[in-house]
């Protein structure tokens, strides 16, 4: 099975700033790898797919970029509404697919 | 309206029995995988169970098998999850998700597009 590894676990920034998480396969997963966005008592919802392509609605503000085992969602300038925990999900293995642990986003 | 919608959580006793149902609505629904993921308590999303278009494969992580099974019925647009042989590990949200498959020139790329609102499945004596 793939597992997929998500740093940081959680960070603190300012609005405004540029944020970066990461997130790696334990094998190559190609392009496959999409990005989610948790907020507390709700649904995920897509942000983006196919690593780099934004989800349709979303703010332009997210990007993604990789390919093989490393990928980074990027926040261009962060918002007070981006605070929330972000997940990554491969998609090149079998159903059920295997997301990230996650990484918690605070606004200072 | 595009939804999905569960129903079935509740509180059942270690060892017991509950049946997930996912109702959906406002796209169609024949077209696409359908995915299980559940979310315990102040931990991330984990993929349960996978169920192709028409019913014919399924797959399941390695902790539920032969403990949980997945079925769709198309002509009532629906999505379940039998759940049988629970444990406390096993409380979580479950939410119903739709996989959307993008066709690109190396392969299919799938995404869950689509979630449900979840429901809570507390194992608990």
């Known amino acids: 099975d793939i597992q997929m590894t998500q740093s940081p676990s959680s960070l603190s920034a300012s609005v405004g700033d540029r944020v970066t998480i990461t997130c790696r396969a334990s094998q190559s997963i190609r392009n496959y790898l999409n990005w989610y966005q948790q907020k507390p008592g709700k649904a995920p919802q897509l942000l983006i797919h196919a690593a780099s392509t934004l989800q349709s609605g979303v703010p332009s503000r997210f990007s993604g970029s990789g390919s093989g085992t490393d990928f980074t969602l990027t926040i261009g300038s962060l918002q007070p509404e981006d605070s929330a925990t972000y997940y990554c999900?491969?998609?090149?293995?079998?159903?059920?697919?295997?997301f990230g642990g996650g990484t918690k986003v605070e606004i200072k | 309206e595009v939804q999905l919608v569960e129903s079935g959580g509740g509180l059942v006793q270690p060892g017991g029995s509950l049946r997930l149902s996912c109702a959906a609505s406002?796209?169609?629904?024949?077209?696409?995988?359908m995915t299980w993921v559940r979310q315990a308590p102040g931990k991330g999303l984990q993929g349960v169970a996978s169920?192709?278009?028409?019913?014919?494969?399924?797959h399941y992580v390695d902790s539920v098998k032969g403990r949980f099974t997945i079925s769709r019925d198309n002509a009532k647009n629906s999505l379940y999850l039998q759940m049988n042989s629970l444990r406390d590990e096993d409380t979580s949200v479950y939410y119903c998700?739709?996989?959307?498959?993008?066709?690109?020139?190396?392969?299919?790329?799938?995404?869950?597009?689509?979630w449900g609102q979840g429901t809570m499945v507390t194992v608990s004596s």
């Open positions: 169920i192709n278009p028409d019913g014919t494969k399924k």
């Open positions: 406002g796209f169609p629904f024949t077209n696409y995988w």
């Open positions: 998700a739709r996989r959307r498959g993008i066709r690109y020139s190396s392969g299919w790329s799938h995404s869950f597009d689509m």
């Open positions: 999900q491969q998609s090149d293995d079998n159903p059920p697919d295997t």
